[in-house]
């Protein structure tokens, strides 16, 4: 079994960093909070196809998660983890500590708005201010040419976009397409709390989407019609199901070329989300 290098401070991978970029090679990151599944690992097949060495970052964010969220009982199982990136193009997996990302004295916060705007950030007013600045700091330490993200958080790589060109930090993003199980549901690595009668469910999300994508009814029957939907499939909470223009999550308008289908809905204190092109 290959050896990979787990480097757990920001001085090191500064440094391994440096030496591929002096001998001109091109270097990826996939920014991830571990659990690992194959959505995590196709991103990893994807930027290898782009760049000569691939870094992993593993670290569960305290920041975008609120005082009532499953923080404290995220999956956290790295020994597993690195198991998984056997037989994938990864270099070397970046791990540091809560200490080392947020040391004693850390005083800065990000405020997100055009489309950070609405739906996660209605239930999780939170959320984007705390991604912005764990995946600032950790393109801003890797100095990495590339960083690839889901479409399965297609909101969360709409603000990471726009963060990266607002803040001008040197790097190009890559967004990936959704990987999911045989059903249709997203993988995700908070699908291991479902239960069998919840991840039977969970399993009629993505046909409810599909319907919400193509039903070509006004946009709030539509809506309404998905929220339906999934309250009689058996999610208790609907946050949103939402037909939005793709290119920044507002309202359909008559400038709108292209929309987005996107559904947030709860099992007990289970948050699915889900979303395709409509
Ligand atoms: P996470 O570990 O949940 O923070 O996710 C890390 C990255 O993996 C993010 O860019 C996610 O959008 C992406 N990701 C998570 N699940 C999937 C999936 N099912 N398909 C594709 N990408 C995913």
Avoid at 139 to 155: H, N, P, R, Y
Avoid at 189 to 198: D, G, K, M, V
Wanted: proline share 4%; with cysteine.
């Amino acid at each position: 079994m290959r050896q990979i290098n787990v480097v757990r401070s920001i001085q090191d991978m500064r440094h391994q960093v440096a030496l591929w970029k002096a001998n001109g090679l091109r270097v990826g990151l996939v920014p991830t909070m571990g659990a690992l599944h194959d959505g995590h690992l196709s991103l990893i097949d994807q930027i290898s196809a782009t760049v000569d060495r691939v870094i992993v970052s593993i670290f569960v964010n305290p920041t975008q998660f609120a005082a009532h969220e499953d923080l404290d009982t995220y999956p956290r199982q790295e020994a597993a983890d690195l198991d998984r990136l056997q037989g994938h193009a990864v270099d070397c997996v970046f791990a540091p500590t809560v200490e080392q990302m947020y040391p004693q004295g850390f005083s800065t916060q990000m405020d997100m708005q055009g489309p950070a705007q609405g739906l996660e950030t209605d239930n999780r007013p939170h959320f984007f201010g705390g991604v912005a600045i764990i995946v600032a700091k950790l393109l801003l330490q890797s100095q990495t040419d590339v960083a690839i993200f889901g479409e399965k958080d297609f909101q969360q790589l709409l603000v990471i976009r726009a963060m990266v060109r607002d803040l001008d930090i040197p790097v190009e993003i890559i967004g990936a397409p959704i990987i999911r199980e045989s059903d249709g549901l997203a993988m995700s690595s908070r699908n291991a709390y479902l239960n069998a009668e919840q991840r039977q469910i969970a399993g009629q999300l993505n046909g409810i989407l599909a319907r919400l994508a193509t039903s070509g009814l006004p946009v709030e029957q539509a809506e309404a019609q998905a929220r339906d939907a999934l309250l009689a499939a058996g999610f208790g909470t609907v946050d949103y199901a939402a037909l939005r223009d793709a290119h920044d999550l507002q309202a359909i308008g008559a400038q709108t070329t292209s929309r987005r289908a996107l559904i947030a809905a709860r099992l007990g204190d289970i948050r699915l989300i889900d979303n395709m092109s409509a």
